[in-house]
């Protein structure tokens, strides 16, 4: 299924909670509303047409330019992106969530994102991993602990704004 | 194959005790690096297991944002560090696909053939080191003899042995030697004059045809080997379902029956490299007589299934270089595009996957204009395929954990980047 038919089941099933279609590019996405994913990505597993067995790839990028120098900055928001593939019908799909980088505004305050887990096992890693380095809370995830970093580091290295520490139980970071 | 302490064939007595956490690794031989099994277990049955990883956690997609991607090849070497071509050549690919860069016939060639030797190599530890894990140690040297020779040929390539960033964006970064001294290890083995100088297609022609019949000796020495069996056959069932839903790739996938291959099934940037060749994809359950027959105690899933799979991958890639190396004589156009160290990448976002040994290597980029891309992702199929030893180790001895472990054929420094 291309995915212009996959956009057009799932707006005629989630409506407004589906934003976008973006075509024109390499990859084409569909961005979905945060509060939506967990609800979409069930649908999209389990519908008989649709069938996505797998999740390729669960991954986040945080979008705050730091180079001054820049003309165009971009827009500061993170975004969690979805690789899913069906090895039954063989397509693909993309999706992505975009939230503000910070909940409410508050800095410190990881944004939240419902959790995918319980839809694909890996999900469960995955999300660990887009917690530790990026710094996004997914709710209702089973067990949201870091996985590479240590348990007591702070802070989330694949943010942009993330600054090195200097000391980490005694080794010198600089 | 899920044990119960009431199950009278395996516990005779009771051998409940109060349970105990045991630490499993990061130092233990059989986790294959710094993986760490927290196990906890009643007697000697384990109710749950719980890896800890990123002992090896190096930071890599940081370091990549702050490199142009000519100059984070070297850290797709260190991923992976049992197939590092394997490596390169997803990233490359990754790269080539943002910018819109279609690789001459030659350079597709030249990498299908370093892809597959590198393959072979892989496979090769893997099977040494699953035997080691079981407790056999000779066929580690036999597959150690035979890597010998791989790796003396890749270091006539590109100079380095294990970490070789030779496939680059645009093609390789040299074509293959004319001339070179024969390897010790195949001199030695084939019986020929250690000073024979040849060129390298003829080398690798001579390993091959060394190499092909000794995969019958492999599964004699270990495949059929009954202790070998015994403690592979019907353990760590993995259900199809389960491993598409916990996101494992390459034999561990195939193992549970579903066909899948990225050089047949993935994006055309990718599988137009291995247009026309002719080869089989070795999926699980095996009718195949070949080699003497199946073992009966085997089942779909099980560990023995994903082992086999990459002795029958072997075999294949075998046949794979042999097609190769009859085309590339004849193969048009350089083996290398020019690409920039500074190259400026567009404004777009590209997610690429290709069939590595260990699985289905994922590298996601995003461009902003810069010759850094804003963000890479190295998406690791060792970190999908370990995930899913949680639940497969339920209720398994304490021993059958690094026969499952083993089976999945991990390498931490792909899992921690």
């Not at chain 1, 649908?43 to 979008?63: H, P």
């Not at chain 2, 003396?152 to 070179?180: K, M, N």
């Not at chain 2, 690798?204 to 009954?226: C, Q, S, V």
């Amino acid at each position: 299924m291309k995915i212009e038919e996959i956009y057009q089941r799932l707006v005629s099933r989630f409506g407004d909670s589906i934003r976008e279609l973006k075509t024109g590019v390499k990859d084409p996405w569909i961005e979905v509303a945060s509060t939506a994913i967990a609800d979409v990505s069930q649908f999209l597993r389990t519908e008989s047409d649709l069938k996505f067995e797998a999740l390729n790839d669960l991954t986040a990028a945080d979008w705050l330019e730091t180079d001054a120098k820049k003309k165009t900055p971009c827009d500061p928001h993170v975004e969690v992106v979805y690789h899913l593939y069906s090895y039954s019908l063989k397509h693909t799909c993309k999706l992505k969530v975009k939230v503000p980088r910070w909940k409410d505004g508050v800095a410190g305050e990881l944004p939240e994102i419902p959790s995918v887990a319980h839809v694909w096992g890996i999900g469960d890693w995955h999300e660990r991993e887009a917690y530790d380095l990026v710094g996004i809370h997914f709710t209702n995830h089973p067990n949201l602990r870091r996985i590479l970093c240590p348990e007591d580091w702070e802070g989330h290295p694949l943010r942009k704004d993330y600054e090195f520490p200097l000391e980490y139980h005694g080794v010198r970071g600089k | 194959m899920s044990l119960t302490l009431e199950d009278p064939r395996i516990v005779e007595f009771d051998v409940r005790t109060d349970e105990m956490l045991v630490n499993m690794g990061p130092q233990h031989p059989s986790t294959h690096g710094v993986l760490r099994l927290l196990l906890r277990t009643d007697g000697e049955i384990v109710h749950e297991v719980t890896p800890h990883i990123g002992y090896l956690h190096r930071c890599a997609e940081k370091i990549g944002e702050n490199l142009s991607p000519p100059q984070w090849i070297p850290y797709t070497d260190r991923m992976d560090y049992l197939a590092a071509m394997n490596m390169n050549l997803g990233f490359s690919l990754a790269v080539e696909k943002l910018i819109g860069m279609e690789v001459p016939e030659k350079a597709m060639t030249l990498r299908v053939i370093i892809g597959e030797l590198n393959r072979i190599a892989s496979h090769l530890v893997g099977m040494g080191a699953y035997g080691l894990d079981l407790g056999t140690f000779s066929p580690f040297l036999y597959a150690f003899r035979e890597r010998e020779i791989i790796l003396d040929l890749l270091e006539e390539v590109c100079g380095a042995r294990l970490t070789y960033s030779y496939i680059t964006i645009g093609g390789t970064t040299h074509d293959l030697p004319d001339q070179i001294t024969i390897p010790p290890g195949l001199a030695q083995l084939t019986e020929r004059n250690p000073n024979l100088q040849l060129s390298w297609i003829n080398a690798l022609r001579m390993f091959l045809d060394w190499m092909g019949p000794r995969i019958k000796e492999y599964h004699t020495l270990l495949t059929r080997n009954a202790i070998f069996v015994r403690r592979t056959a019907g353990l760590g069932i993995l259900s199809p379902e389960m491993a598409m839903s916990y996101g494992c790739t390459g034999p561990v996938l195939r193992g549970s029956g579903v066909d899948y291959d990225l050089r047949r099934d993935g994006e055309a940037i990718y599988t137009r490299m291995y247009e026309g060749y002719n080869y089989k994809i070795p999926v699980a359950p095996f009718s195949d007589p070949a080699f003497g027959g199946i073992p009966q105690e085997v089942k779909l899933g099980d560990n023995w299934c994903r082992f086999f799979v990459r002795m029958m991958e072997v075999a294949q890639s075998i046949e794979i270089i042999r097609q190769a190396l009859d085309r590339y004589p004849s193969s048009k156009g350089e083996y290398r595009l020019p690409f920039k160290m500074n190259q400026k990448l567009p404004a777009d976002e590209v997610y690429l996957e290709t069939e590595c040994p260990k699985g289905s290597m994922g590298f996601y980029i995003v461009g902003d204009g810069d010759a850094e891309p804003f963000r890479v992702r190295a998406k690791s199929s060792c970190f999908c395929n370990l995930s899913v030893t949680g639940p497969l180790c339920q209720g398994v001895l304490i021993a059958d954990i690094p026969s499952i472990v083993g089976s999945l054929d991990i390498v931490m420094g792909e899992i921690d980047r």
